[in-house]
């Protein structure tokens, strides 16, 4: 049904800035759910953002100030804006949508491939 394609990773500086977007097949996207997770090696999937479909935002405390996602429905894209990124934020970032939310992988019905984000310091 929904697929999902992520794009805008690659290797940045500590303190430079990257723009992640995730575009949808279809128009059923403004109907989800949107969030990003990210996974470094050896690592637990772990959520990082969220919108909701009245585009209430949630964000994991360790990029609070620092990121910031959205949605263009009109686009069946959303975006993740991450400033000031830090070496910590080196990971592969995943959109996924979900008809219900929340922050746990496993109600995300649909997921992308991944996109790289390195940091270096």
């Known amino acids: 049904q929904v697929r999902l394609v992520e794009s805008g990773g690659g290797l940045v500086q500590a303190g430079g800035s990257l723009r992640l977007s995730c575009a949808a097949s279809?128009?059923?996207?403004?109907?989800?759910?949107v969030a990003w997770f990210r996974q470094a090696p050896g690592k637990e999937r772990d959520f990082v953002a969220s919108?909701?479909?009245?585009?209430?935002?949630y964000y994991v405390d360790s990029v609070k100030g620092r990121f910031a996602i959205s949605r263009d429905n009109d686009k069946n894209t959303a975006y993740l804006q991450m400033n000031g990124l830090q070496p910590e934020d080196t990971a592969v970032y995943y959109c996924?949508?979900?008809?219900?939310?929340?922050?746990?992988?496993?109600?995300?019905?649909?997921w992308g491939q991944g996109t790289q984000v390195t940091v270096s310091s």
């Open positions: 279809e128009r059923t996207f403004r109907s989800y759910a």
């Open positions: 919108i909701t479909r009245t585009t209430v935002t």
């Open positions: 996924a949508a979900s008809t219900v939310g929340g922050r746990t992988t496993a109600t995300y019905e649909f």
